[in-house]
């Protein structure tokens, strides 16, 4: 199985002077179940090469099993640092994508056209989706085949309103994921701050936080395997 791991090359945090990027685990997390599961990892960004990480998230309280794993990986940090350019992606070359969160994906990749466009090829296809924490958000304008929202009437979770005010930066992000996702029609639910909590909605399959990573990608695992592509 094939499969492509999208990440931010957004580095600022509005107008803060702080720095912002992808979240560690969320990405640490399912590049290793993936990995482990037999799969040919792909990762891309908007920028190609280096992506930005949040460095909050690669701070003493933050960091997991799979953070210093894959610290510790000189494959995964080298195919880090030479993420492709999303811009020359083909859909058709993957099985599914999984889409880490971080606060970057809120700035760049929502509005991204190549990345709107690679998130209505998967689903056209019919292929698995999953995006974790704020990266539920880049679901905002995308769009089905009947061009309707794709999260219309369609169950679905993200970082939600009250983890968003327990980081502060409730007047820092563009928007809101739970309030944008609401916006586009879509049933949000949510299970309590900062617990794993994933959501299934046929192939679509979102993650509400970054202890929801590893689950969301066994999910789509799991997805590949009921399809034969495991």
């Known amino acids: 199985m094939k499969v492509l791991i999208v990440l931010t ?6 107008d803060t002077g702080r720095k912002t990027g ?13 990995r482990d599961a037999g799969a040919d990892i792909t990762l891309a960004s908007p920028k190609g090469g280096q992506p930005p990480l949040d460095p909050v998230s690669n701070s003493p ?8 794993r894959f610290e510790a990986d000189a494959g995964a940090i080298a195919a880090l640092a030479s993420t492709v350019k999303l811009s020359e992606v083909d859909a058709g070359d993957y099985d599914a994508v999984f889409y880490p969160g ?3 994906p ?3 990749l929502t509005v991204d056209p190549a990345s709107i466009a690679l998130i209505e090829a998967f689903n056209a296809a019919e292929k698995p989706m999953g995006l974790v924490c704020h990266a539920p958000g880049v679901l905002r304008d995308v769009k089905g085949a009947d061009g309707a929202p794709i999260v219309k009437g369609r169950r679905v979770t993200g970082f ?11 007047n820092v992000v563009p928007y809101l994921v739970e ?3 609401k916006a586009k029609g879509a049933e949000f639910v949510k ?3 900062w617990g794993s909590f994933v959501v299934e909605d046929g192939l679509l399959i979102t993650g509400q936080n970054p202890a929801s990573s590893a689950e969301a990608a066994q999910r789509v695992i799991a997805a590949l395997a009921a399809r034969g592509a495991a």
């Open 191 to 193: 299970g309590e701050d």
């Open 179 to 181: 309030d944008a996702l």
């Open 160 to 170: 939600s309103n009250t983890e968003e005010e327990g980081v502060g930066l409730t």
């Open 9 to 14: 090359s957004h580095d600022t945090l509005g």
């Open 22 to 34: 992808f979240w560690l685990e969320e990405l640490a997390a399912p590049y290793f179940a993936f």
């Open 106 to 108: 809120l700035w760049d």
């Open 61 to 68: 309280d933050f960091q997991t099993d799979d953070t210093r």
């Open 102 to 104: 971080g606060h970057g």
